[in-house]
């Protein structure tokens, strides 16, 4: 069976079952539709990259979603388009389930096709757990990796670290360390800033991917101006060692059904 059909079975699992899901949770049952653009500076007289995207989600809980995006990509005077789908499901109490995957039919730089699963397991007072597995095909090279990460909930704040291993085609594993924090205000606003460090797979040049250290810090957060109303923003820099030092900034509107 093809990725693409698991997806849509996923998808129809959910769609069947999402009436029951929200009549246990039934103040998450909304739509949300976001618009976004960012912009990043690059160093060494590199020219700037820039990227638009939109996307929608259907909530039916807190726990289960499903949604959809697109993107276009502007990087050194080539575009990029790719389209992504996520699913979320709760199992049981604790355990909640989720899969993503994303294709693009140019792929100049981003991946071909990829796809993700990650698993959450929810622990008493506040703590948490999660490993997420995925696969990137290139047109020349495949990535794989994984994570595991730990988190704790303090009130409206959570702390948390997570190690992403990844592997560029029979190269040898390499590893990222990231530790975020994050506040959440209100019902639907948050702040979260987050630091990183180590070795990543980054699709630094048209020629695909490449092993680079990196060292990246950011933050990123929502704020809500109206009932059904938000903006969202992002602004991170990142060194990647050997090519350039990279600049973000990104803004976006989301609106909420309800």
């Given at each position: 069976?093809?990725r ?12 069947c079952?999402a ?52 993107e ?15 699913l ?34 929810a ?31 303090l ?22 360390h ?22 990543e ?21 929502v704020?809500?101006?109206?009932p ?13 060692a ?17």
């Amino acid at each position: 069976m093809s990725r693409t059909l698991r997806t849509l079975l996923l998808a129809a699992l959910f769609l069947c079952s999402a009436e029951s899901l929200a009549a246990q949770d039934p103040w998450r049952h909304v739509m949300t539709v976001e618009l976004r653009a960012g912009r990043d500076a690059l160093s060494n007289g590199a020219a700037a990259w820039q990227d638009q995207g939109a996307s929608l989600r259907y909530s039916a809980s807190t726990r289960a979603g499903l949604g959809v995006g697109a993107e276009q990509l502007q990087r050194f005077g080539r575009e990029d388009r790719r389209a992504t789908a996520e699913l979320f499901i709760p199992l049981g109490r604790r355990v909640t389930v989720g899969v993503e995957g994303e294709a693009s039919d140019t792929h100049v730089m981003v991946p071909r096709q990829g796809g993700a699963a990650q698993l959450n397991l929810a622990l008493p007072a506040g703590w948490g757990l999660t490993a997420r597995g995925a696969l990137r095909r290139y047109d020349d090279n495949d990535v794989r990796g994984g994570s595991a990460g730990i988190e704790k909930y303090l009130g409206n704040a959570m702390l948390s670290y997570s190690a992403t291993a990844m592997q560029l085609a029979r190269l040898d594993p390499v590893v990222t360390h990231s530790a975020r924090y994050a506040y959440f205000f209100g019902d639907r606003g948050s702040f979260t800033v987050q630091g990183s460090v180590g070795t990543e797979v980054e699709a630094l040049m048209a020629t695909g991917p490449l092993v680079v250290p990196v060292r990246g810090v950011g933050a990123w957060g929502v704020i809500p101006v109206a009932p059904h109303l938000a903006l969202t923003w992002a602004s991170d820099v990142s060194r990647h060692a050997g090519f350039f030092t990279r600049k973000r900034a990104q803004v976006g509107v989301r609106v909420v059904s309800r």
